[in-house]
Structure formats: C-alpha cells, structure tokens
T-cell receptor
C-alpha cells in the first residue's frame, strides 16, 4: 500500500495558463475525492467519483475546472485559464466506499501558485 | 447545511500539559464527527471519529474526543502533550451517509513548548 499519490507537488504558473494535476488513489479504493485548501482554511469539497462516474460537483467548481477519472483508477483535475484566486493546495483523497464514514485517505496535495 | 467552527486558530501548550482543541458543529441531522491531523509536509490523516454509540471516542496517539449533543460540541483532548503532537488539527462533520463527504473547520495549529 503506497498511499494516495499526487503529482506534481508544486506548480507555479502564470495567469491564463492551463494546469493539470494527477491523483493516484490507493489501488482497491473505488471512491476518489478532490478538495481545495487555501491558506488558513480547512479543506473544501470540490467533487467526487465512484469508479469512473463523477457523482457530485461543488459550486466551487467553476466551468474552468474539469475533473476526470477515465478508467476508474487515477484522476486528473484540470484548471483552464488560471486566475490568481486559484492559488491553493489541491488535495486528493480516496476511500473504499464501504468502510466507515469519513475514513478518507489523503494525499500530500498539489500546491498551485498563480502569478 | 452543515458547518464547523474551531475556536482558536492557534493553540500553544507546554510539553506535558493538557491539550484541548475546541470544535462546535451545526447539522440538521445526527452528525458523524471527525478529527483529522496534518503533520508538516504530510497528508491529512484520521485521528478519531464519532458515528453512533459511545459518545467518548478514543483515537491514535492518546487523543480522545467527546460528542455532546446538547452543546453541539466535539472537543479534542489529550492529557499530556508531547512535542510530536505539534501539527494542524481539523474538525469535520458529515451528515451524508452515502458520499462520505466532509465539511471541515478552518483548523487549529497546535504548538508545543518545551
């Protein structure tokens, strides 16, 4: 069990550029979540997948954000036309979906800085 | 809608002293409550949780929390702080039995003084 892996760990980009983050969940976990964490705040839910199906999206997820999990394994989170307000830590978590409530396993996060 | 309020963004205690981190929640249905801990450069990890049953729950590293419905609280305590307890602590609530979606508080940074 290698845990939840996120790449890249850090990304610095200029405003208007597109960025993509990847998350590899724990292999037997069929649920995958994306959260966003800004400085001094707790994580905020963005979206989650059950296998390859995206079942819920937060209103925080504007049209510039898109998440996919094409084969029910790894997931990508793409941000188009980045804005300075997108600067945050993007967290990925996974779970079995059948385990105890709230038992999410988090990755170390991908930090985005938009200049 | 659910919400969580953590009182005190920064708590500092001496090594060996009692640790008390406060959490109050708002939920329209009986909640599930959680404490997560985030050590520097690591992902969040589950410290303990309350779902049903016993209102005093024990977690890892000697931490415990008590669910008090009348006070809508779920405060985290540890009798004797250790230097290794220095971290950011997040209280979270979920009333979504299906999605396991969590609503987090803003976090409390715990500093341990030698």
């Amino acid at each position: 069990d290698t845990g939840v892996s996120q790449n890249p760990r850090h990304k610095i980009t200029k405003r208007g550029q597109n960025v993509t983050f990847r998350c590899d969940p724990i292999s037997e976990h069929n649920r995958l979540y994306w959260y966003r964490q800004t400085l001094g705040q707790g994580p905020e839910f963005l979206t989650y997948f059950q296998n390859e199906a995206q079942l819920e999206k937060s209103r925080l997820l504007s049209d510039r954000f898109s998440a996919e999990r094409p084969k029910g394994s790894f997931s990508t989170l793409e941000i188009q036309r980045t804005e300075q307000g997108d600067s945050a830590m993007y967290l990925c978590a996974s779970s079995t979906g059948t385990g105890g409530p709230g038992e999410l396993f988090f990755g170390e996060g991908s930090r985005l800085t938009v200049l | 809608a659910q919400s969580v309020t953590q009182l005190g963004s920064h708590v500092s205690v001496s090594e060996g002293a009692l640790v008390l981190l406060r959490c109050n929640y708002s939920s329209s249905v009986p909640p599930y409550l959680f404490w997560y801990v985030q050590y520097p450069n690591q992902g969040l990890q589950l410290l303990l949780k309350y779902t049903t049953g016993a209102t005093l729950v024990k977690g890892i590293n000697g931490f415990e929390a008590e669910f008090k419905k009348s006070e809508t609280s779920f405060h985290l305590t540890k009798p004797s702080a250790h230097m290794s307890d220095a971290a950011e602590y997040f209280c979270a609530v979920s009333d979504d039995r299906g999605a396991q979606k969590l609503v987090f508080g803003q976090g409390t940074r715990l500093t341990i003084n030698p």
